[in-house]
């Protein structure tokens, strides 16, 4: 049975370093015969791509893919994806032309080609006014949030070299991260920033942007590698949609001076120079290579190596901080809720119920923007400066399983027998040592199979840290297939790390059963 599975897995890998999906051999006349083309926008991107109060997707991005489908003789069906999926879900066929924000790069253009630019954003960085920095170099050895999935983090890497980067998964909550201190500045585009600054009021004063920008970015519709009649089609369309003011107009609509943004337009849809771009990394470079066994290799770079193998020391070591703070509060729990004390039952039964009906994600939140903001200004500042998310994160992933440690272990103590705890009380125990050196042991040893489980869960639940900026193995895996476009690959090879230490620990587990005599069925 083992070497039918490992048959299987060598067959699919073989498939996959074979198989492409790829276009049909002409776009444009696949288009212009369904009559839609197939658009991509970011749904979260104000005031790009977003849902509007009708629940439709508008914004700049979705009136140009409207004005360039009118112009090619089609309707476009604007569709919303991910800021990391903008490339993968071109390339898989699955959209037929990619706005999204999408920044012309070298090492972008090796994957999708690029139309003319439609949109060039300059890149700053904001700061608190109180932090005493007054210029990009004084970033050195500070913390800089940017969103990631986009090239901010290629211009913060370029100008600062010497900067510690937290990527976030959005604008929001990159702007909060440095809005309370957590990180020293926050790398965004000039429209977002300019919004921010309009829309906070009288608050703008407390922040500063640094001048000048650290890079400015093309924006082109991407387009599949190779439909060479359909690229031409769209510039050809883009240039009308430039010299008749069309552009201008959706320009003002959303970004001009009667809006939040007040800014003024001065571009104009033309080609992109090749030079516009941050100068790729070497392991940027090494991404375009030969398919099969070779190109799966790829990934695994120096660089690439070194971040995943931080990312699983990260992941291992919020596994056991939250394990450990987990067991002994849920044991704490257990103990409390079972002396029958009408009062701390109650407590206790309202914590875990709290804890058990609020997703992991939110407590994440909570304990990193919210909580940590309740601790004095002496210890918020020691925290930031040493990876502050990974205690936090561990504390709520901790606190939120501990409320299912608690019942493990409280169902371990109801199952031992209660004439032992009588005659634990006839030879003199007071309520404490009977538990301690007569109760506690059977009940742990009745509870460790659910507690294996839950210690699996738990471990898989710390990939959540990542939306803080925690740097472990899921936040490494996406930064790798952000940057190498081998989302199959990478994503892949996590799934193999986690299944691995997933069976490491449920292996620990049937140890454990096995040393303490736990039938298996």
Known sequence: MKWHFFGIVAIALGLASTVSVTATADELSDVKAKGTMSCGVLGSFEPFGFVGKDRQLQGYDVDMCNALAKRLGVTAEVRPVAIEARIPELQAGRIDIMAAGLAYTAQRATQVDFSDGYYVSPHILAVRVDHGINNVSDLNGRRIAFTKGGIAENYVKKEVPGAILVGLEDTPTAFTSMAQGKSDAISVSEEVASRLVNKLGPAATQFKILEPPIGSEIWGFGVRKGEEPFLKSVNSALQVIERSGEAQQIFDKWLGPNTLYKMKREFRISPIPRAATVTPSKAAQKAAVPTGWRGHLSILTPQNIKLLASGIAATVILSMGSWLLAFIFGTILAVVRMTRIRFFEWLVIAFVEYQRCVPPLVHIFLWYFGVSN??????????????????????????????????????????????????????????????????????????IPPMVSGSVLLMKTTSLAMVVGAVELTYATKEIANSTFKAFDIYGLSTAVYVGIALALMWAGAALARRFHIPSR
């Open 374 to 447: 309740l601790l004095p200004v002496s210890l918020q500042q020691v925290a930031n400066a040493h990876h502050g998310e990974m205690y936090f994160a561990a504390v709520a992933i901790g606190l939120y399983y501990a409320a299912y440690v608690s019942e493990d272990i409280r169902s371990g103590l109801r199952s031992v027998s209660y004439g032992q705890h009588e005659a634990a009380r006839a030879v003199g125990f007071n309520y404490l040592s009977a538990m301690r050196y007569i109760i506690m042991p059977q009940a742990l040893r009745n509870a």
